[in-house]
């Protein structure tokens, strides 16, 4: 069983040239891929490009939550009940800028579509930056009522891996993984039991080890499942297939 690449926006502008041959090398490389929705707009987008192996999330990034209203709900409701939709995400929390949406602003869009997924009975996708404390809050409350979830691209410690694992969710790590100075990372990600461990891309950012720097594509993840094999202590394709069977698990892919 090969790899899959459980977070990419191959919707973004990034691929506006040559979209069909980045998934056509996605779907050469990988098993099947999942495109991830960060406003309305790029929601509509990733589920319009779903075919066999390229699966969506739908949902709104915490840049954006005055997307998060009564119409904007009801219009992530429709396109999750689309085929292909298999997530909500992104959502979360991001307090890494001082530019940013007002934290209750976030607080707010992030609990509606919490509420969504619970009512469609559909995983999480969550986005955290530097809201770790707001975040665990929110999720507390809403502990045994979400049906999985993923916290996507980790970059936090072990104490925050047992967080996730208490809520219910998958860990998931992309390029950053390979950066020589992601030590840190690394050790945390040993804590992540076999059965909750993911990988991703998150395309087109965070390219990793050795094509850092350029634009990423769902085909390089197997740099990132490289690095976290070795950290794990495992043949690449036992990587690969437990990953993968975990995705689909928590995907509900067939
Ligand atoms: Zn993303």
């Keep these: 069983m090969g790899l899959v690449d459980t977070h990419c926006h191959l919707q973004d502008r990034a691929f506006d040239e040559d979209r069909e041959a980045v998934i056509a090398r996605a779907l050469d490389a990988l098993e099947w891929v999942v495109v991830i929705g960060d406003s309305l707009a790029s929601s509509e987008a990733a589920a319009a490009l779903t075919r066999e192996g390229v699966f969506a999330a739908v949902g709104v990034h ?16 429709e396109l999750a009940k689309r085929p292909g939709v298999v997530a909500i995400g992104e959502i979360g929390l991001d307090y890494y800028k001082h530019n940013n949406a ?18 469609l009975i559909l995983p999480v996708v969550i986005h955290n ?23 996507h691209c980790f970059a936090g410690d072990a ?26 990372v690394r050790e945390a990600a040993r804590a992540v039991p076999l059965n909750r461990l993911l990988v991703e891309t998150d395309s087109p950012y965070l390219a990793p080890q050795p094509v850092r720097g350029k634009r990423c594509e769902p085909a390089y993840v197997a740099h ?9 202590g495992l043949a ?7 990953t993968t069977e975990n995705a689909r698990e928590l995907f509900r892919i067939s």
């Design 62 to 77: 915490p840049y954006h939550p005055e997307q998060v209203d009564d119409a904007g709900v009801a219009v992530l409701r």
């Design 224 to 232: 990132t499942a490289a690095t976290l094999a070795e950290v794990f």
């Design 129 to 151: 930056r530097d809201s770790h404390e707001d975040l665990a809050a929110i999720l507390d409350a809403y502990a045994g009522r979400l049906p999985g979830g993923i916290m």
């Design 159 to 184: 104490a925050f891996v047992e967080r996730c694992l208490q809520w219910g969710f998958h860990v998931s790590f992309a390029g950053n993984l390979t950066f020589p100075k992601a030590g840190a």
């Design 102 to 119: 007002p934290r209750d602003a976030q607080q707010e869009a992030f609990r509606r579509q919490l509420d969504l997924a619970v009512e």
């Design 236 to 242: 690449p394709e036992d990587l690969a297939s437990r």
